[in-house]
C-alpha cells in the first residue's frame, strides 16, 4: 500500500459519483475526466480507491415520511433516481474488480456505513476527497474525518456542487483550516516524490 511523504497509508475517495447526483451538476462530463485521472493516477501509485455511494433499501425505509431531516424528506418525496439499491457509480469512473464501494445512509461518508472499519483494516490515515457535492458530503465527511483525526487533502477540481459560489467559499476559505487542499494535477504531480 503506498504512502505519502508523512508515511501515511492514503486512500482516495470518490464519493456520490452515481446517476442522480452526476446529473444534477452543470459540468459534470468535465468533472468525470479530472475524476478519471485521479482514479488512474491512483491506481498506478496503488493507493486504494474507495467509491462512496448514498443509497437505501427498496422502498427507503431509512427515511420515514415524517422524517425532521429536510433534505432526505425531500429526496424520498421527489423519487430521486438512482438511491435505491442496487446503486450504480457513474459508468465513466467504474470501480475495476476488487476496489471496494460503501453505501452510506446519510450525507456524510461515515453515516450509516462501515467506511471506518475498512479504512482502519487497510490502516489508511490520510483521505483525499473528491464528490457531489462540496456542500454536500465532501464538507461533513471533512468535519468528519477531521474530527476522527485523519489526514485529509480535497481535491477542487474533483468536487462540484449546485451552487458554484459555495464551492469556491468551501474550497478556499472553510477547507484549509481542516485539509490540504489541491486541484487533481497538484496531488498527482506529487504522487511520484
Not at 504512502?3 to 475517495?13: E, G, M, R
Not at 452515481?18 to 468525470?32: C, F, H, M, N
Request: with cysteine; proline share 4%; aromatic share 4%.
Amino acid at each position: 500500500m503506498e504512502t505519502n511523504s508523512q508515511n501515511l497509508a492514503t486512500a482516495l475517495l470518490i464519493m456520490d459519483i452515481q446517476a442522480g447526483t452526476v446529473a444534477r451538476v452543470s459540468d459534470s462530463a468535465s468533472l468525470l475526466k479530472t475524476l478519471g485521472q485521479a482514479i488512474t493516477a491512483a491506481r498506478s501509485a496503488k493507493i486504494p480507491v474507495i467509491y462512496v455511494v448514498v443509497g437505501f433499501r427498496k422502498g427507503i425505509p431509512e427515511i420515514t415520511a415524517a422524517t425532521t431531516n429536510k433534505s432526505f424528506s425531500a429526496i424520498k418525496g421527489a423519487g430521486w433516481p438512482g438511491i435505491e439499491e442496487p446503486i450504480q457509480v457513474d459508468p465513466a469512473v467504474a470501480p475495476q474488480a476488487g476496489e471496494m464501494v460503501v453505501t452510506k445512509r446519510r450525507v456524510s461518508a461515515f453515516a450509516g456505513s462501515d467506511l471506518e472499519v475498512i479504512l482502519r483494516g487497510h490502516k489508511i490515515e490520510h483521505l483525499v476527497l473528491t464528490g457531489i457535492a462540496t456542500s454536500g458530503v465532501v464538507l461533513s465527511t471533512v468535519r468528519e474525518a477531521a474530527d476522527k483525526d485523519y489526514k485529509l487533502t480535497v481535491l477542487s477540481d474533483g468536487c462540484a456542487d449546485l451552487d458554484p459560489e459555495v464551492h469556491g467559499v468551501l474550497v478556499s476559505k472553510i477547507f484549509p483550516r481542516q485539509a490540504d487542499v489541491l486541484t487533481v494535477a497538484e496531488w498527482t504531480a506529487g504522487l511520484g516524490k
